[in-house]
């Protein structure tokens, strides 16, 4: 299964030509992963932070810009997870405006106790079959 959102272009998203600056890019990654958390996973993304304390933190990115998007594009992302670990798990997110992908952002992000100093931790059962439903494969 994927986790599909749809996400709006706005002014602040934008160099002064109006194209998306490639940075911007990033935070809408972000954004759709916290979204991710909020309703695919089912947790608040700030309760998961600061309640249940743990966080994905980046620990390896790559994208590809493919075609520029514009103020006012109505973007949808689609994000798949591609692998799970131990203690990471890689995922891809992409942004297309109907049939033509704008970019694709792949990430390992890692899943971290941030009960004292931020540590990797191992992914607990109920995590890794919340995370599993969104395997590419499945």
Not at 34 to 54: M, N, P, Q, S, T
Request: glycine share 8%; aromatic share 10%.
């Amino acid at each position: 299964m994927e986790f599909v959102c749809k996400k709006s272009i706005r002014f602040h998203h934008c160099d002064p030509a109006g194209i998306v600056f490639y940075p911007q890019c990033l935070v809408l990654c972000n954004e759709v992963i916290e979204d991710w958390f909020d309703e695919g996973i089912g947790v608040d993304f700030y309760k998961l932070h600061a309640d249940i304390r743990r966080g994905v933190p980046m620990r390896h990115l790559e994208v590809d810009f493919i075609a520029p998007s514009m103020h006012g594009d109505d973007l949808t992302f689609t994000l798949v997870v591609n692998r799970i670990g131990n203690t990471s798990m890689d995922i891809t997110t992409t942004a297309a405006m109907g049939d033509e992908v704008r970019f694709r952002a792949k990430q390992t992000v890692v899943w971290a106790d941030l009960g004292g100093a931020p540590r990797a931790t191992p992914i607990e059962g109920e995590w890794r079959e919340r995370f599993s439903r969104f395997l590419a494969s499945s």
